[in-house]
């Protein structure tokens, strides 16, 4: 389950989002990837996950619409950015957007099935559900509200959920604490960490250090589309000019 | 007996206890006990039409409601299979039963040339590019008039039977097999086809869908296919009853007659356009019946979708579910309206705010 993302570069006509961006994720680590604003973490995980590649497609020859992706992303010995987007969460790897996006006028339980859609046993759909009811009690209690009426982080959860749902080994997970209250933070963090407890690798973005820096022990520091450093937290912290340049700390 | 103890305790507790099945039932009832209560052949072809017409905007509610692919030209899967069905008809003398299939199968390749530019336009742009493409098959048609017959279009071809109840009654088999697999298709509670629920999902964020492994692509061909099909089922039908295929069933009009049925009945829901249809066509065809009707039926016309829109905003048949339907919030059973109670876990159905007043009266 290894990932290696090589030399991925993307613009928008001229704006250049990541240059020459290069990481890796072992099997069962959990990474994070922090950075200010508009340094290119979610541009990233889309690049990953295919959306990028399709939104080239979709958007060919509109103006603006003119997308130049380049390099690599190695994930099991294939490479990803050759493959569309379902073909990518059939092979496990699975994108869990910024604030949940659910399917705002359907229930809960009709956006975990939609989730579900790539798997065509109803018995593993059945223990699936069951496994996602069990690691988010929230999202049982709320089967059949409509999912546009949950909270922020009920919509995290769903959106952690339905990458569940597809089967996920691998997660990318954009942003997942934003807009959250402290107490339901902390509430995340745990059913993060019991997700990764269950075998799956991780891959998140975070504009909360400190968030980040206590779920994972590795990080990437993402800067105007750019890599700026690699480590462990203490690492990071340790080097004056990430620190007070990159972390604002 | 047993058996029919049974049979009438499930139709009992799955028709009888929801009032949309019950007028969906009581629907389907009249529609086979009309040429029992009137042989009239105006009524038969109002409503043989309404029939057909219904199938077609149907279909424009599985391609354009459920999908949100914006179709504004779908008279185009209608006339390319009225054409197809009646040249079969005219040149090589096929049977109806031959050529309405071989219409609809060349509606699905039209349905999928036309997704091509889904792929890439959304919203009104493609709907501006769909709305074209009836235009360039009439420009075609205008080209070749000895094969086409030009604007008199194809005359003569043979009905389905010279009796008008059995062509009534084939219209109505065909209308209820078509709309229930249509239905069957889009229904996200279907516990059969998951389709519905994907459509669903690509209509409202496609990101998402993406995200969550549903090939778009596929699915939104898929959508076109069906809805052509369907169409052109309904353009097979047509031409055969009416005896002509001419320009008429690729008029602009008539792909906007689609939309208007749907939005009036309510979009996204198969039984909305179908009420539409029902509601509207015979009406402006009674209408017709009158010399002050026939002047106004325009007006009236306008002034009743004007009307709809304004107060029932999502369609009429949502309109009225919402008011004869309660959904019980506890375990989403459907209930009627007057009852108190959930019929299957017995949650109470409305809030009651009881006043400070009532309460130290003792009365709740």
């Given at each position: 389950?290894?990932?290696?993302v090589?030399n991925?570069?993307?613009?928008y006509d001229?704006a250049v989002v990541?240059?020459?961006v290069s990481?890796h994720?072992?099997?069962?680590e959990?990474?994070?990837?922090?950075g200010?604003?508009g340094?290119?973490?979610?541009t990233?995980?889309?690049a990953i996950?295919?959306l990028i590649?399709?939104?080239?497609?979709a958007?060919?020859?509109?103006?603006g619409g003119?997308?130049?992706?380049?390099?690599?992303?190695?994930?099991?010995?294939e490479d990803m950015?050759?493959l569309r987007?379902f073909?990518i969460?059939?092979?496990?790897?699975v994108?869990?957007p910024?604030r949940g996006?659910?399917?705002r006028?359907?229930t809960?339980l009709?956006n975990l099935e939609?989730?579900?859609?790539l798997c065509?046993d109803?018995?593993?759909?059945?223990?699936?559900?069951e496994?996602?009811?069990?690691l988010?009690?929230?999202l049982k209690a709320?089967?059949?509200?409509?999912?546009g009426?949950i909270?922020?982080?009920e919509r995290?959860m769903?959106a952690?959920g339905?990458?569940?749902m597809?089967q996920a080994?691998f997660?990318?997970?954009?942003?997942p604490s934003?807009?959250l209250?402290?107490?339901?933070?902390a509430?995340?963090?745990e059913?993060i960490?019991?997700?990764h407890?269950?075998?799956?690798?991780?891959?998140l973005?975070?504009?909360?250090?400190?968030?980040?820096?206590d779920l994972a022990k590795r990080?990437?520091?993402?800067?105007?589309?750019?890599?700026?450093a690699e480590?462990?937290?203490?690492?990071?912290?340790?080097?004056e000019v990430?620190?007070?340049?990159?972390?604002?700390? | 007996m047993?058996?029919?103890n049974l049979?009438?305790?499930w139709?009992?507790?799955e028709?009888?206890a929801?009032?949309g099945?019950?007028i969906?039932?009581?629907f389907?009832?009249l529609?086979?006990?009309l040429?029992?209560?009137t042989?009239?052949p105006f009524?038969?072809?109002?409503?043989t039409l309404?029939?057909?017409f219904a199938i077609?905007?149907?279909s424009?509610?599985v391609l354009s409601?459920f999908t949100?692919q914006?179709?504004?030209?779908h008279?185009?899967?209608f006339?390319?299979?009225?054409y197809?069905?009646?040249?079969?008809?005219i040149h090589?003398?096929?049977?109806?039963?031959?050529t309405?299939?071989?219409?609809a199968?060349i509606?699905v390749?039209?349905?999928?040339?036309?997704?091509i530019p889904?792929?890439?336009?959304r919203?009104?742009?493609l709907g501006l590019v769909?709305l074209?493409f009836?235009l360039?098959l009439?420009g075609?048609l205008?080209?070749?008039?000895n094969?086409?017959?030009g604007?008199?279009?194809v005359?003569?071809?043979?009905r389905v039977?010279?009796?008008a109840v059995?062509?009534?009654y084939?219209?109505?088999v065909?209308?209820?097999?078509?709309?229930?697999?249509m239905?069957?298709f889009?229904?996200a509670?279907?516990?059969l086809?998951?389709t519905g629920i994907i459509?669903?999902?690509?209509r409202?964020?496609?990101?998402?869908?993406?995200?969550s492994?549903?090939n778009?692509?596929y699915?939104?061909?898929?959508?076109?296919?069906?809805?052509?099909?369907?169409?052109?089922?309904?353009g097979?039908l047509?031409?055969h009853?009416m005896r002509?295929a001419?320009p008429?069933t690729l008029d602009l009009f008539f792909?906007?007659q689609a939309?208007?049925?749907?939005?009036?009945?309510?979009?996204?829901?198969i039984y909305g356009?179908v009420?539409?249809?029902f509601?509207?066509?015979p009406?402006?065809?009674?209408?017709?019946?009158?010399?002050w009707?026939?002047?106004?039926?325009q007006i009236?016309f306008?002034?009743?979708?004007?009307?709809?829109l304004?107060?029932?905003?999502?369609?009429?048949?949502?309109?009225?579910?919402d008011?004869i339907e309660v959904?019980c919030?506890?375990?989403?059973?459907?209930?009627?309206f007057?009852?108190k109670k959930?019929?299957a876990?017995r949650?109470?159905?409305?809030?009651v705010?009881e006043?400070a007043?009532?309460?130290n009266?003792?009365?709740?």
């Amino acid at each position: 389950m290894k990932l290696e993302v090589n030399n991925i570069s993307v613009l928008y006509d001229r704006a250049v989002v990541l240059n020459n961006v290069s990481l890796h994720v072992d099997e069962g680590e959990i990474v994070g990837l922090v950075g200010p604003n508009g340094a290119g973490k979610t541009t990233l995980l889309r690049a990953i996950s295919g959306l990028i590649g399709w939104e080239k497609e979709a958007l060919k020859g509109t103006v603006g619409g003119k997308i130049t992706l380049e390099g690599s992303v190695n994930y099991n010995g294939e490479d990803m950015l050759k493959l569309r987007a379902f073909e990518i969460v059939k092979r496990g790897l699975v994108l869990c957007p910024e604030r949940g996006r659910p399917f705002r006028e359907m229930t809960v339980l009709e956006n975990l099935e939609a989730g579900a859609h790539l798997c065509k046993d109803k018995k593993v759909i059945e223990e699936n559900l069951e496994r996602v009811y069990e690691l988010f009690p929230v999202l049982k209690a709320r089967t059949n509200q409509i999912a546009g009426t949950i909270s922020g982080g009920e919509r995290t959860m769903l959106a952690i959920g339905r990458s569940l749902m597809a089967q996920a080994r691998f997660l990318l997970i954009d942003e997942p604490s934003v807009g959250l209250a402290p107490k339901i933070k902390a509430d995340l963090f745990e059913r993060i960490k019991n997700v990764h407890g269950m075998g799956i690798t991780i891959l998140l973005t975070e504009q909360d250090i400190g968030f980040a820096f206590d779920l994972a022990k590795r990080h990437y520091v993402l800067s105007q589309g750019q890599m700026m450093a690699e480590g462990s937290p203490d690492q990071l912290l340790s080097d004056e000019v990430i620190r007070k340049s990159y972390l604002g700390l | 007996m047993i058996y029919f103890n049974l049979f009438f305790g499930w139709i009992k507790q799955e028709i009888f206890a929801i009032p949309g099945r019950v007028i969906a039932l009581v629907f389907f009832l009249l529609l086979i006990a009309l040429p029992l209560v009137t042989q009239d052949p105006f009524y038969l072809r109002v409503f043989t039409l309404a029939l057909i017409f219904a199938i077609f905007a149907a279909s424009w509610d599985v391609l354009s409601g459920f999908t949100g692919q914006l179709n504004l030209g779908h008279a185009l899967f209608f006339g390319v299979s009225a054409y197809t069905a009646g040249l079969l008809n005219i040149h090589l003398q096929y049977s109806p039963w031959v050529t309405i299939p071989c219409g609809a199968v060349i509606a699905v390749s039209v349905g999928l040339f036309a997704g091509i530019p889904a792929l890439r336009l959304r919203g009104f742009y493609l709907g501006l590019v769909t709305l074209t493409f009836p235009l360039i098959l009439l420009g075609i048609l205008f080209a070749f008039p000895n094969f086409t017959g030009g604007e008199l279009g194809v005359s003569g071809i043979s009905r389905v039977s010279s009796s008008a109840v059995v062509n009534y009654y084939t219209a109505m088999v065909v209308f209820t097999v078509s709309v229930m697999i249509m239905w069957k298709f889009t229904d996200a509670k279907s516990k059969l086809l998951r389709t519905g629920i994907i459509l669903h999902a690509i209509r409202e964020d496609e990101i998402t869908a993406r995200a969550s492994g549903i090939n778009t692509t596929y699915y939104k061909f898929m959508a076109f296919a069906l809805s052509g099909f369907f169409a052109g089922i309904a353009g097979g039908l047509y031409v055969h009853y009416m005896r002509i295929a001419g320009p008429q069933t690729l008029d602009l009009f008539f792909s906007f007659q689609a939309i208007l049925w749907t939005i009036f009945g309510g979009i996204a829901t198969i039984y909305g356009p179908v009420a539409g249809v029902f509601i509207l066509y015979p009406l402006l065809e009674f209408l017709n019946l009158t010399a002050w009707g026939e002047l106004l039926r325009q007006i009236i016309f306008a002034v009743l979708l004007i009307v709809a829109l304004m107060f029932m905003p999502e369609g009429i048949t949502v309109w009225i579910l919402d008011k004869i339907e309660v959904k019980c919030p506890r375990c989403k059973v459907v209930n009627v309206f007057y009852r108190k109670k959930c019929r299957a876990c017995r949650a109470p159905l409305h809030l009651v705010r009881e006043s400070a007043h009532q309460y130290n009266k003792g009365e709740v």
